[in-house]
């Protein structure tokens, strides 16, 4: 192989070489020089439609009320839970129904928020809420079905007895007690017997 051709061909490589070099070096400048990409801005979601209906003249929304064919009722009860006690308590809600509680103990309980589904196996339930350990809890619970809804609880204290309080209010039509293997219902007072006696 003569040296001519080779010099041609190592001159065309250093050729290549510098013009990559050069396109590389261009790019990334012209890459430093450029200006900031523009944020990307979410379309604001459409507002939902309302649905509403006409009594007269008078647009009435459908969003807001929820009613509820049980009367409102409020209870209020308090236990003294043994070292080591735990206790059941639950309303019976359709779905839909709604309730406030409000429940408070003297020393740190576990409690859990379950319910039981009409025609639910028994010994099983569904979980909304677990706190392993604590002196109060409040709030507002939906009924996803028919069922009762309700509490456990248990003192966690070995030696000392705990008093917990439960306040509640909502369209429940009884309550349902469940302690040391037994059963008892009570019947909270509708709103309109409370409003009677007065």
Same mark, same amino acid.
Request: aromatic share 12%; proline share 6%.
């Given at each position: 192989? #003569?040296?001519?051709?080779?010099?041609?061909? *190592?001159?065309?490589?250093?050729?290549?070489?510098?013009?990559w070099t050069l396109t590389? #070096?261009?790019?990334?400048?012209?890459?430093?020089?450029?200006?900031?990409?523009?944020?990307?801005?979410?379309?604001?979601?459409?507002?939902? /439609?309302?649905?509403?209906?006409? @009594?007269?003249? &008078?647009? @009435? =929304?459908?969003?807001? +009320?929820?009613?509820?064919?049980?009367?409102?009722?409020?209870?209020? &009860?308090?236990?003294?839970?043994?070292?080591?006690?735990?206790?059941?308590?639950?309303?019976?809600?359709?779905?839909?129904?709604?309730?406030?509680?409000?429940?408070?103990? !003297? *020393?740190?309980?576990? !409690?859990?928020?379950?319910?039981?589904?009409?025609? /639910?196996?028994?010994?099983?339930?569904?979980?909304?809420? @677990? &706190?392993?350990? *604590? /002196?109060? *809890?409040?709030?507002?619970?939906?009924?996803?079905?028919?069922? &009762?809804?309700?509490?456990?609880?248990?003192?966690?204290?070995?030696?000392?007895?705990?008093? +917990?309080?439960? =306040?509640?209010?909502?369209?429940? #039509?009884?309550?349902? /007690?469940?302690?040391?293997?037994?059963?008892?219902?009570?019947?909270?007072?509708? @709103?309109?017997?409370?409003?009677?006696?007065?």
């Amino acid at each position: 192989m #003569s040296r001519e051709p080779m010099r041609a061909s *190592a001159h065309r490589n250093d050729r290549y070489g510098n013009r990559w070099t050069l396109t590389t #070096s261009a790019f990334l400048l012209l890459a430093a020089c450029a200006p900031e990409p523009a944020p990307v801005v979410e379309p604001e979601p459409a507002e939902a /439609q309302v649905e509403t209906y006409m @009594v007269g003249d &008078i647009e @009435v =929304r459908t969003d807001g +009320l929820v009613s509820s064919e049980e009367a409102y009722r409020t209870d209020e &009860i308090t236990w003294e839970l043994a070292p080591g006690e735990g206790l059941e308590y639950k309303y019976r809600l359709e779905e839909g129904d709604m309730m406030f509680y409000s429940w408070e103990a !003297a *020393a740190p309980v576990r !409690a859990e928020m379950h319910a039981e589904a009409d025609g /639910q196996e028994e010994g099983t339930a569904e979980f909304f809420d @677990v &706190i392993e350990s *604590a /002196q109060d *809890a409040h709030g507002m619970f939906t009924a996803p079905f028919p069922g &009762i809804h309700g509490w456990y609880w248990l003192n966690l204290s070995e030696t000392e007895t705990v008093s +917990l309080t439960l =306040r509640s209010s909502g369209n429940y #039509s009884y309550a349902m /007690q469940f302690r040391e293997g037994g059963r008892r219902r009570f019947e909270p007072s509708p @709103v309109s017997d409370a409003d009677d006696a007065d």
